[in-house]
T-cell receptor, first 114, second 116 residues
Framework: NAGVTQTPKFQVLKTGQSMTLQCAQD?????MYWYRQDPGMGLRLIYY???????DKGEVPNGYNVSRLNKREFSLRLESAAPSQTSVYFC?????????????FGPGTRLTVT | AQKVTQAQTEISVVEKEDVTLDCVYE???????LFWYKQPPSGELVFLIR??????QNEISGRYSWNFQKSTSSFNFTITASQVVDSAVYFC?????????????FGKGTMLLVSP
């Protein structure tokens, strides 16, 4: 099992450009998440999908959109990148059954917006 | 107000010292889960432990131990005889019944530096 995979691993964008971060999991998890990590800020939730067909905003959703393509895949789109979106982005998945299970994280995508 | 507070931003110790990382949480729910994750310099996030609100027994796993105290809303993590490989950022997180357990709220993390 590959677990949670993310592509790309690194990306440099210019202000105003768009891009999509891809995430896939092969653990048959029903919940998926996108976080951003900035120095001194911990991990902040951008969007999540509790189950296939649903998405919800997290703590910092502005400037992002998501798509739960199927049970395995959950993508994050930046429509018009801004320097404030320079960050490390983590995707995670979880078998949602009350609170019993932990989240598994992908390796992260380091995004720089110039 | 932060739901999960890790007041120690950075801790430096010398190898073989014991170190405790503090985590204080805030919730109105009676049922919740607490987690610790480790992020080594390589960047990945590694799950360490999960604890539910009804189980206040301390847990020990090798050099790692966790002390959960509902009375003080704390879930502290102790590394005994620290090693250089323990150098990492450690995150505490909370999952609440009120949110359907659907999300985790993370603290800002504590960076642990263990020098030889």
């Amino acid at each position: 099992n590959a677990g949670v995979t993310q592509t790309p691993k690194f990306q440099v964008l210019k202000t105003g450009q768009s891009m999509t971060l891809q995430c896939a999991q092969d653990m048959n998890h029903n919940s998926m998440y996108w976080y951003r990590q900035d120095p001194g800020m911990g991990l902040r939730l951008i969007y999540y999908s509790a189950s296939e067909g649903t998405t919800d905003k997290g703590e910092v959703p502005n400037g992002y959109n998501v798509s739960r393509l199927n049970k395995r895949e959950f993508s994050l789109r930046l429509e018009s990148a801004a320097p404030s979106q320079t960050s490390v982005y983590f995707c995670a998945s979880r078998l949602q059954d009350r609170g019993l299970y932990e989240q598994y994280f992908g390796p992260g995508t380091r995004l720089t917006v110039t | 107000a932060q739901k999960v507070t890790q007041a120690q931003t950075e801790i430096s110790v010398v190898e073989k010292e014991d170190v405790t990382l503090d985590c204080v949480y805030e919730t109105r729910d009676t049922t919740y889960y607490l987690f610790w994750y480790k992020q080594p310099p390589s960047g990945e996030l590694v799950f360490l432990i999960r604890r539910n609100s009804f189980d206040e027994q301390n847990e020990i796993s090798g050099r790692y131990s966790w002390n959960f105290q509902k009375s003080t809303s704390s879930f502290n993590f102790t590394i005994t005889a620290s090693q250089v490989v323990d150098s990492a950022v450690y995150f505490c997180a909370l999952s609440e019944a009120g949110s359907g357990y659907s999300t985790l709220t993370f603290g800002k993390g504590t960076m642990l530096l263990v020098s030889p």
